[in-house]
């Protein structure tokens, strides 16, 4: 079991910069890959970035790939979601996410791929 306890979220102005943060605990990180996916009312749970533990690789959705950056802190077993130049259509619910990867990679870019969410934090873009 892996559990996944989000901080970070908040009301910012467009333009504007949040840190989000999430912290894993429960086992051994080794073997997971750690992302961020998103949600808004009626729409289905995006992914957003992902990075694989074991090597550091990172992935991104094209739409904030030149604006957001994910990054982790191994001794506190955390990954950040490092946001900017944020736009209205960010606004969302962040979910962190956990998969475990297999013995031919990893997946988690899709929902069903993932094995551990955290609860959810409200990012709000409004002037």
């Known amino acids: 079991q892996v559990q996944l306890v989000e901080s970070g979220g908040g009301l910012v102005q467009p333009g504007g910069s949040l840190r989000l943060s999430c912290e894993a605990s429960?086992?051994?990180?080794?073997?997971?890959?750690m992302g961020w996916f998103r949600q808004t009312p009626g729409k289905e749970r995006e992914f957003v970035a992902a990075?694989?533990?074991?090597?550091?690789?990172?992935f991104y959705r094209n739409s904030v790939k030149d604006r957001f950056g994910i990054s982790r802190d191994v001794a506190k077993n955390t990954v950040y979601l490092q946001m900017n130049n944020l736009k209205p259509e960010d606004a969302a619910v962040y979910y962190c996410?956990?998969?475990?990867?297999?013995?031919?990679?990893?997946?988690?870019?899709?929902?069903?791929?993932?094995?551990?969410w955290g609860q959810g934090t409200q990012v709000t873009v409004s002037s």
């Open positions: 996410s956990a998969s475990v990867c297999a013995s031919y990679g990893c997946m988690f870019r899709l929902p069903t791929d993932i094995d551990y």
């Open positions: 429960g086992r051994t990180l080794s073997n997971i890959a």
């Open positions: 990075l694989t533990w074991s090597d550091g690789k990172i």
